[in-house]
């Protein structure tokens, strides 16, 4: 699976938000509020900015959950200074100020980039691939990737599995799914050590913490 820095190392290279294209922003937003939420595609077509809550630490993002049918809120936090680049509610609210001054019927910071109407589902996972691609994730990777990397990421983190169910909304169970893909990332690591030519044997068996034998 590939790591969520791969995405924060592109857009700290990147500029501010203020001078990035309306395209590009949209697309860093939806990067950033899946990574730090792990919000399906689905939840934020049905954002609702005018029924969210702004904070000075967070915003709290209202929308319809697929685990729930009342409405719910997902927060998304605001990082630190050094972090300012990579903060999703400085997206957020970059995005959503230009929206407002153009389109002030618009309920969502997530339009269309070119006929400037809502955005679908659809619409969002073909911008996440577009944004994937741009920030240098290989392309056999599709955009419900995103989600795992950053339960992955989590897991490798020493998150507690429970708390990582519970904030991507993934099992009652809480670690059966979290435990699925750890065993997935072992599985590649396994794989790639299998298949790797000769001369890259003892790369393959560092990378997996396999001892070397003589």
């Not at 395209?23 to 860093?28: D, F, G, M, N, P």
């Not at 967070?58 to 990579?86: C, Q």
Request: glycine share 2%.
């Amino acid at each position: 699976m590939w790591s969520p820095t791969v995405v924060f190392d592109f857009y700290n290279s990147r500029p501010n938000n203020m001078d990035l294209s309306f395209y590009e922003l949209t697309v860093k937003c939806i990067l950033l509020c899946v990574l730090f939420t792990a919000y399906s595609f689905h939840e934020l077509e049905q954002l609702s900015m005018s029924k969210s809550i702004f904070n000075n630490d967070a915003i709290r993002l209202h929308t319809h959950l697929k685990t729930s049918i009342p409405p719910s809120y997902l927060t998304i936090p605001f990082l630190g200074d050094a972090d300012e680049k990579i903060c999703p509610v400085r997206a957020v609210n970059c995005l959503w100020e230009r929206v407002r001054r153009t389109y002030e019927s618009r309920d969502t910071f997530l339009l269309n980039t070119t006929h400037h109407t809502p955005l679908k589902t659809s619409g969002i996972r073909k911008l996440v691939k577009l944004g994937m691609t741009q920030v240098g994730i290989p392309q056999e990777f599709r955009p419900y990737t995103i989600k795992h990397a950053a339960i992955s990421a989590l897991i490798l983190k020493g998150v507690p599995e429970v708390l990582i169910a519970r904030h991507a909304r993934l099992s009652p169970t809480a670690h059966t799914p979290t435990r699925s893909y750890l065993k997935a990332i072992l599985a590649s690591d396994m794989d790639h050590a299998l298949v790797a030519p000769r001369q890259e044997d003892q790369t393959a068996l560092v990378a997996c913490n396999c001892p070397s034998t003589a």
